[in-house]
């Protein structure tokens, strides 16, 4: 199985969980990844900046129809949901979905829907349940789906959550995570230009 | 209070079965019938956000396809309407982005005060949450009575909502941190007038400003003017259409003119990229200067 992009969503606790996966990665990994973390809608360009430090992957903050880049990983803004097609990132300012903006289910089921089975999608730490519908879309699409083992989580109630909608998915601590992504066969690379 | 579970809820686009080629094709059939028929053309709008649109109009209308949802809007125009406004509205607040509307106050508002008469266009208005927040600036500043305001959307009925100035009750709370976030030097609640059914705010704050329909998409520019506004508007448009607003927007500014655009949006591999300088990186403000 060859994969195209991951998606990894996550809230409370999570900027410790992204500091743990991130930094694992090795500087050879060649799949984009969409970072979606709940966050408060005026936090600005924080994220990024400190998860650039664990990382030589180059990590962007995501602009409107931002093309997509083999091992680049991308941040969802505070206040915009992000919505994956084929190529690019785009930005919406629709209503929050589930009081998330941006919404982790919007961003998995775009990208499942986009990229089908090319898509490895990662629930992590969180105190409450949005992803867990992106992750059945991921799941019934044919994507990989990935869910931080509850018990290891500084909250268990997203990933708890997602394995109800998903009980297939594989269940990992932070560690098999990374290695499982660095160890994922990677498509050819992505075009350079979006749109 | 148990949080809501997203488990259920409305749908994020077509049931898992719906084949995803099909579904192109039938999203590129209904925004050509729409646009044949009714002449609003949606045909270069960003893809994923127009689909999730039209999946919620499709769940709301009771419907189970995209093809149901064409039939329905082609022959019956109260349903159109519907899907109108689902298509055309911009979800926004007042001081969305506080930051913004410092740097607004602090760095454009001085270059504006050189003019004895500004002209300022609020593209794709939408409920006018913009306009009267930038309005409450303008006015603060000593401004608003040498402006004058254009606002426009392609759509009449959120037009009509933005000149009546009535915004829910239950966002004040928010508007008003925002308001003191951006730099605000009153009492936000002395622009508005608490009714039981929403906060009305002041007519005085659209003395100058005119409502008005204009198509981005379609119309031409009609004025020139000394700033545009238009924040979150283009990330709803595809590559191809982002760049003939920015040819409408490059027309319609003076030299020297400012654009605004959402912090999250850029001139980067538009073809006016090199027409700007950027007055501030951050907020995405940028100044005409060939």
């Known amino acids: 199985m060859t994969y195209e992009i991951a998606v990894i969503g996550t809230s409370w606790g999570g900027l410790a969980a992204l500091h743990q996966i991130l930094g694992a990665l090795p500087s050879s990994f060649r799949l984009p990844v969409v970072v979606v973390q709940h966050r408060?809608?005026?936090?600005?360009?924080?994220?990024?900046?400190?998860?650039?430090?664990?990382?030589?992957?180059?990590?962007?903050?995501?602009?409107?129809?931002?093309?997509?880049?083999?091992?680049?990983?991308?941040?969802?803004?505070?206040?915009?949901?992000?919505?994956?097609?084929?190529?690019h990132l785009s930005l919406s300012t629709d209503e929050p979905v589930a009081f998330s903006r941006p919404s982790i289910d919007v961003t998995f089921i775009s990208a499942a829907d986009a990229y089908r089975k090319g898509v490895v999608g990662i629930v992590l730490t969180g105190a409450n349940s949005?992803?867990?519908?992106?992750?059945?879309?991921?799941?019934?699409?044919?994507?990989?789906?990935?869910?931080?083992?509850?018990?290891?989580?500084?909250?268990?109630?997203?990933?708890?959550?997602?394995?109800?909608?998903?009980?297939?998915?594989?269940?990992?601590?932070?560690?098999?995570?990374?290695?499982?992504?660095?160890?994922?066969?990677?498509?050819?690379?992505?075009?350079?230009?979006?749109? | 209070m148990a949080l809501p579970l997203s488990d259920s809820g409305p749908l994020e686009g077509p049931p898992v079965s719906y084949d995803p080629d099909l579904e192109r094709i039938e999203i590129e059939l209904l925004l050509e019938g729409v646009y044949r028929h009714y002449g609003f053309d949606f045909r270069s709008y960003a893809y994923a956000s127009i689909r999730r649109r039209l999946w919620k109009r499709v769940e709301a209308e009771g419907l189970r396809s995209i093809?149901?949802?064409?039939?329905?809007?082609?022959?019956?125009?109260?349903?159109?309407?519907?899907?109108?406004?689902?298509?055309?509205?911009?979800?926004?607040?007042?001081?969305?982005?506080?930051?913004?509307?410092?740097?607004?106050?602090?760095?454009?508002?001085?270059?504006?005060?050189?003019?004895?008469?500004?002209?300022?266009?609020?593209?794709?208005?939408?409920?006018?949450?913009e306009v009267y927040s930038a309005a409450?600036?303008?006015?603060?500043?000593?401004?608003?009575?040498?402006?004058?305001?254009?606002?426009?959307?392609?759509?009449?009925?959120?037009?009509?909502?933005?000149?009546?100035?009535?915004?829910?009750?239950?966002?004040?709370?928010?508007?008003?941190?925002?308001?003191?976030?951006?730099?605000?030097?009153?009492?936000?609640?002395?622009?508005?007038?608490?009714?039981?059914?929403?906060?009305?705010?002041?007519?005085?704050?659209?003395r100058n400003t005119v409502f008005s329909q204009h198509n981005l998409v379609t119309d031409r520019s009609f004025s020139e003017f000394h700033m545009v506004f238009c924040r979150n508007v283009l990330i709803y448009f595809d590559r191809a259409l982002q760049d003939r607003v920015h040819a409408l927007f490059y027309d319609s500014l003076v030299m020297l003119g400012i654009l605004a655009l959402g912090s999250k949006e850029s001139l980067r591999f538009s073809q006016y990229e090199d027409c700007y300088e950027m007055l501030h990186v951050k907020e995405r403000i940028y100044r005409k200067v060939r």
């Open chain 2, 67 to 129: 093809s149901e949802l064409q039939a329905l809007a082609l022959h019956d125009a109260t349903a159109m309407d519907r899907l109108l406004l689902d298509l055309s509205i911009s979800v926004t607040a007042m001081f969305r982005d506080p930051d913004f509307y410092r740097v607004f106050r602090q760095e454009v508002v001085p270059l504006l005060r050189t003019y004895p008469f500004i002209r300022i266009w609020h593209a794709g208005c939408s409920t006018g949450e």
């Open chain 1, 130 to 195: 949005d992803g867990a519908r992106g992750l059945k879309r991921v799941s019934d699409r044919g994507g990989l789906a990935i869910v931080q083992r509850p018990e290891t989580a500084e909250s268990s109630i997203m990933p708890a959550a997602a394995l109800r909608q998903v009980p297939g998915a594989r269940v990992l601590t932070l560690a098999e995570i990374a290695d499982v992504l660095a160890a994922l066969t990677v498509a050819p690379a992505q075009r350079r230009t979006g749109t």
């Open chain 2, 136 to 206: 409450i600036v303008l006015e603060e500043e000593g401004l608003l009575d040498r402006a004058r305001i254009y606002a426009t959307d392609i759509n009449d009925r959120v037009l009509k909502q933005a000149k009546a100035g009535i915004f829910p009750l239950n966002r004040m709370q928010e508007y008003t941190e925002n308001y003191i976030n951006a730099g605000g030097q009153r009492s936000f609640s002395e622009y508005y007038t608490a009714m039981y059914d929403g906060a009305l705010f002041s007519p005085s704050l659209t």
């Open chain 1, 40 to 87: 408060h809608k005026d936090s600005g360009q924080f994220l990024p900046r400190v998860l650039q430090d664990d990382t030589s992957l180059c990590v962007c903050d995501v602009e409107d129809k931002t093309p997509i880049v083999s091992g680049n990983i991308y941040i969802a803004p505070a206040n915009y949901h992000v919505l994956i097609e084929r190529g």
